[in-house]
């Protein structure tokens, strides 16, 4: 069955700078990047993935430093 999505230009002109020819289907770029991800996941060690998600709540919530803080911090 084919469907079909909408996505915003923004989102279409990254999919295009992706593509390896210009007549490659975007069906194909989004299952190569979904294909890329999957693989990541699985390189991912269980501690790995715990830590990623706690650093993504952190992230979410706001608590992050600027890189001029982090040169601060390490004398840089």
Do not use: N
Request: aromatic residues 4%; charged residues 40%.
């Amino acid at each position: 069955m084919v469907t079909t999505i909408q996505v915003p230009d923004e989102l279409k002109t990254r999919l295009a700078r992706l593509k390896k020819h210009p007549r490659q289907p975007y069906a194909e770029v989004i299952a190569e990047a979904l294909d890329y991800l999957e693989e990541d996941e699985k390189e991912l060690t269980p501690a790995s993935k715990r830590a990623l998600k706690e650093a993504r709540k952190e992230f979410e919530s706001g608590q992050t430093k600027s890189l001029a803080d982090v040169r601060r911090e390490l004398g840089l």
